[in-house]
T-cell receptor, first 114, second 117 residues
Framework: GAGVSQSPSNKVTEKGKDVELRCDPISGHTALYWYRQSLGQGLEFLIYFQGNSAPDKSGLPSDRFSAERTGGSVSTLTIQRTQQEDSAVYLC????????????FGPGTRLTVT | GQSLEQPSEVTAVEGAIVQINCTYQ??????LSWYQQHDGGAPTFLSY????GLEETGRFSSFLSRSDSYGYLLLQELQMKDSASYFC??????????????????FGSGTRLQVQP
């Protein structure tokens, strides 16, 4: 079956511009996560959606970052007024309900802010 | 909060056995997961331990000791394709975390495994 998909795969933007990153989770997965990974580093948690519950936004680094999930499926991560330090790979993952420990990751979006 | 420690790099030769350790500190423990990530690729789930002991899946095994807040990933009969980064991850299951609605995983910084011929 189809895995987690993300678009675009690469995004180059100028400092100060807004960007939107899209994630399409595995069908039937109610939990969706966004992470950020800088080159050679670990995964930094950003935000987590579970069903219709309020999202866990505790990892968002600033108010320039926001995310939404429409219809319990597709999610969009928005970064406003991008900064060079936002350059990273943004990974989306999904899981079955409360099976937080077994997450399925998408290929990521490599964001470069010039 | 949670913190995890794992070695930054490990080198081994083909056919050998390697153990990647992970120690964690969390105010409420729910289980230890392991993920593999090849360069340029996405992390993929390897194993999960909720109880003490060894879980075996083919050439890979994962161990957990809750009393020691410690786990490891054991890779046997190493192959060149095993060269990758390996991450341990925990979920904070403390009442404080749940009250905050925090249910996501915290990942370690990763161990880069280099398998040499």
């Amino acid at each position: 079956g189809a895995g987690v998909s993300q678009s675009p795969s690469n995004k180059v933007t100028e400092k100060g511009k807004d960007v939107e990153l899209r994630c399409d989770p595995i069908s039937g997965h109610t939990a969706l996560y966004w992470y950020r990974q800088s080159l050679g580093q670990g995964l930094e948690f950003l935000i987590y959606f579970q069903g219709n519950s309020a999202p866990d936004k505790s990892g968002l680094p600033s108010d320039r970052f926001s995310a939404e999930r429409t219809g319990g499926s597709v999610s969009t991560l928005t970064i406003q007024r991008t900064q060079q330090e936002d350059s990273a790979v943004y990974l989306c993952a999904s899981s079955l309900g409360q099976m937080v420990y077994e997450q399925y990751f998408g290929p990521g979006t490599r964001l470069t802010v010039t | 909060g949670q913190s995890l420690e794992q070695p930054s790099e490990v080198t081994a030769v083909e056919g050998a056995i390697v153990q990647i350790n992970c120690t964690y500190q969390t105010s409420g423990f729910y289980g230890l997961s392991w993920y593999q990530q090849h360069d340029g690729g996405a992390p993929t789930f390897l194993s999960y331990n909720a109880l003490d002991g060894l879980e075996e899946t083919g050439r890979f095994s994962s161990f957990l000791s809750r009393s020691d807040s410690y786990g490891y990933l054991l890779l046997q009969e190493l192959q060149m394709k095993d060269s990758a980064s390996y991450f341990c991850a925990v979920r904070d299951h403390s009442s404080e975390a749940l009250d905050m609605g925090r249910r996501a995983l915290t990942f370690g910084s990763g161990t880069r495994l280099q398998v040499q011929p």
